[in-house]
Nanobody, 128 residues
Framework: EVQLVESGGGLVQAGGSLRLSCAASGFSLGDEYAITWFRQAPGKEREGVSCINSSDGRGYYADSVKGRFTIFSDDAKNTVYLEMNSLKPEDTAVYSC????????????????????WGQGTQVTVSS
C-alpha cells in the first residue's frame, strides 16, 4: 500500500523558516517517481509549489517560491523535504505532497490529475 505522510507544519513569524517532510511507503525513491508539494489556502486554487523527480534529480519551483524554498530527498529515509525560508503571510496554506509513479518528470507539476497518491496535508501559518 502506497502512503504519503506529511509533517513539519506549524506557526511561524514572517521571515522565518520551516522544513516539511513527506515520508513515503509502499514504493522506493530508488525507483521512478515525481513528487510534488502542493498548497491550498481557503478560497484559492491548489498550487503546485515544487517538484522533484527521479529522471534528473533536479528541483522545480513555482515563481511564487523560487529562491526561497528548496526541495530535496533522502533516499535512506524514503522522504522528500521542502525547506521553506523567508516565509511570507501569503505562504499560509495547507501543504500536501503527491506522487506520480508513472511519469517521472516535473513538467506539468501542477496538473493535479496525474498524481495517484496524496498525503493528508500539514498546516503552515505565517504571521505578519
Amino acid at each position: 500500500e502506497v502512503q504519503l505522510v506529511e509533517s513539519g507544519g506549524g506557526l511561524v513569524q514572517a521571515g522565518g523558516s520551516l522544513r516539511l517532510s513527506c515520508a513515503a511507503s509502499g514504493f522506493s525513491l530508488g525507483d521512478e517517481y515525481a513528487i510534488t508539494w502542493f498548497r491550498q489556502a481557503p478560497g484559492k486554487e491548489r498550487e503546485g509549489v515544487s517538484c522533484i523527480n527521479s529522471s534528473d534529480g533536479r528541483g522545480y519551483y513555482a515563481d511564487s517560491v523560487k529562491g526561497r524554498f528548496t526541495i530535496f530527498s533522502d533516499d535512506a529515509k524514503n522522504t522528500v523535504y521542502l525547506e521553506m525560508n523567508s516565509l511570507k503571510p501569503e505562504d499560509t496554506a495547507v501543504y500536501s505532497c503527491a506522487a506520480d509513479l508513472k511519469w517521472p518528470l516535473c513538467g506539468g507539476m501542477g496538473v493535479t490529475y496525474r498524481y495517484t497518491y496524496w498525503g493528508q496535508g500539514t498546516q503552515v501559518t505565517v504571521s505578519s
